[in-house]
């Protein structure tokens, strides 16, 4: 592991005269940072949403950018980062990065402030001994330029009320509970529950502010409609066995007809029989006319159960974004679902440590990384090969639109193939 810390002000060098980049204080920058946050995003947090919201962010991983023209120095962008753990194929789990309130106040845009921001995340991480970095990207065309890929997909789906659901055996002797979400009464649940899915990119929330998160109902976002609810399934011992975090909005038609709403923020079932018996009850809920599903995987269990999915209006969404900022760590630290032995020819612009040529030999028990002299069967950026990292997306497909280039005849099928998962990546929650 890497043990310097980069030079702030060497990595903030190109910034306009004036403006610093700087780590920042937990507690003393707190309020400046909120500000920044706030502007950026163009959201309000209420005081009434204060009072509950747990601090999140974790100390010495935060970096802001000062601007010092005036009188007094004024926060212009911050960052941060939280220390995480994500599972890639193979079940093993690396050190991540997981970027998060990437923020720029708005009189200070277009001056090279997120430039200069990210590209200290990026050598910070890498110097912490991080594999990787994540994020959730507010707009799609930004992080792509930073070595960024799109790692995983979400899937949202609109059902209607009594959707047709195929049945599955053993759902009939499984119980559904339904109450108002309490952390003090399911924090624990959700998070052994959470933390029981098997999936890459599944990553857990492993500090108490983070599991607060989960379960936190904000007042503004009640508007004046029910308080937080929880639908637990548990087997016939008890056990839980899937839960989904739900808010009701309730609507009438002129005609009277009940036309309301399930708005679901979390949904996660750990076997068919539990996900058959979670959706089932969460689309037959009185006076509700449609269940909005929430971020769900790709291969989502709902899915499979709708006899009607064309009904449910499926639409795919960018999730996690992902960054290699060590590749060969990286390629070495997953499994692969069939041999591959392949020399990788990968560009990057900003971690150089990780550009050249990297041969690659593995298969599902394990793999080994080394510098290359030799001729590469593959060509491509960081970006795209984070972008097939977690199995999400096949290198045939980047190649189909121009963003692998096969050097060597052949290369391309095996090496796709072995890249690939036998269930998509996901996250069931942003950050």
Known sequence: MTTFTPDLAALGATLPAGYRLAELDDTTDRDALLDVDTWAFAEENT????????????????????????????????????????????????????????????????????????????????????????????????????????????????????????????????????EQASHDRHADLVQRVHAAVDRPGWVTRDTEALRARALLDRPSQRRGTEPLRIAVVRDPAGEPRGYAVFRRHAAWSAADLPEGTVKIREAVALDPAAARALWGTLTDLDLMATVESGPLAPDDALHGLLLDTRAARPTLHDAMWLRLLDVPAALAGRRYQAPVDVVLEVRDALLPANAGRWHLRGGPDGAEVRRADGEAGLALDVADLAEAYLGGTSLGALALAGRVAELAPGALAPASAAFGWPVAPAISWGF
């Open 47 to 178: 005081p009434e949403d204060r009072a509950v919201m747990p601090w999140p962010l974790e100390p010495g991983r935060s970096v802001g950018v000062w601007d010092e023209r005036g009188a007094e120095p004024r926060l212009a962008a911050g960052h941060s980062s939280y220390a995480f753990t994500l599972p890639v194929p193979g079940g093993a789990r690396l050190p991540t990065a997981g970027l998060t309130w990437v923020s720029v106040h708005p009189g200070h845009r277009r001056r090279g402030l997120a430039r200069a921001m990210v590209t200290a995340h990026l050598h910070r991480s890498a110097a912490r001994g991080e594999v990787v970095s994540a994020l959730y990207a507010a707009e799609m065309g930004i992080y792509g330029r930073y070595g960024y890929g799109v790692a995983t997909r979400h899937l949202q789906m609109t059902l209607g009320r009594a959707a047709t659901l195929r049945e599955v055996p053993g759902s009939a002797d499984l119980v559904v509970e339904l």
